[in-house]
């Protein structure tokens, strides 16, 4: 079968990852996860292999192949892993875990070969676009900043004390970061470079975005738009332009876990647990698609087009 040019995954409580055809909304393949829960999926910028992060190991599958067996596991964690992604090129992994660890692996060396502690559960992890620092969110409400250059911890935030920090984001270009939290709170940061070419935070705005938790805040590739997902069962479209309300999307009808957007930012895939992942269109703020076949909560998605 050959291979689609859309990658797009999802996982669920149901011990299964699946992966779709984005347009017909046809499920292609699963993959059975008995050993676990997922809790993150991220694509390699090469579309080749998908890692799934789990309790207490994270798994990297082949995309290609229709192969259910892992090309390689990462043994290291000792709780569940929150957070993984991938540095532009690929060549190596980072990762946030409840056991209070940010972690570095070179995907063409065995182990981890980097590892900072954060002593509090951290919730989620992103590099910064220049590849040099990662900003990681804990249960205790800490934002840290760890230069991957200086192999230390270079910032320290809290904007809400024992508030956790559930989502991070940082925009495409580097200038800004929002961190949404447990109270539905989003807070948004100018980010400037210091004579130390460390990262400064300048506080920009805060936003009550929702009544409930907070469980995803993502910032669209094209400048333009923050999403949140929420525990109240929507995803709100804030312009970054003065954060008004642009669109509230409904029709999921239980929390919505996940949301990733589309390369060009027209098209957003939320997660929910009412057991299905869906497409939006952004321009019309309307759901294009729904993908269905999972049993359980749908907590995670993973797109890469």
Known sequence: ?????????????????????AESGR????????????????ITPDKLHLAAACNPHIRLFDVPTNSPQPVATYDSHTNNVMAVGFQCDGKWMYSGSEDGTVKIWDLRAPG???EYESVAAVNTVVLHPNQTELISGDQNGNIRVWDLRANSCSCELVPEVDTAVRSLTVMWDGTMVVAANNRGTCYVWRLLRGKQTMTEF???HKLQAHNGHILKCLLS??????????SDKTVKIWNVDGFKLERVLTGHQRWVWDCVFSVDGEFLVTASSDMTARLWSM????????YQGHHKATVCCALHD
């Open 27 to 42: 499920c292609y393949r699963t993959i059975q996860y008995p050993d676990s829960h997922v809790n993150r999926l991220e």
């Open 1 to 21: 079968m050959s291979q689609p040019s859309v990658i797009l995954a999802t996982a669920s409580y149901d011990h299964t990852i699946r992966f779709w055809e």
């Open 283 to 290: 321009p019309a703020g309307k759901e294009v698609k729904v």
């Open 112 to 114: 981890c070969q980097r």
């Open 202 to 204: 300048e506080p920009l």
């Open 221 to 230: 590739p094209a400048n333009k738009y923050l999403a949140t997902a929420s």
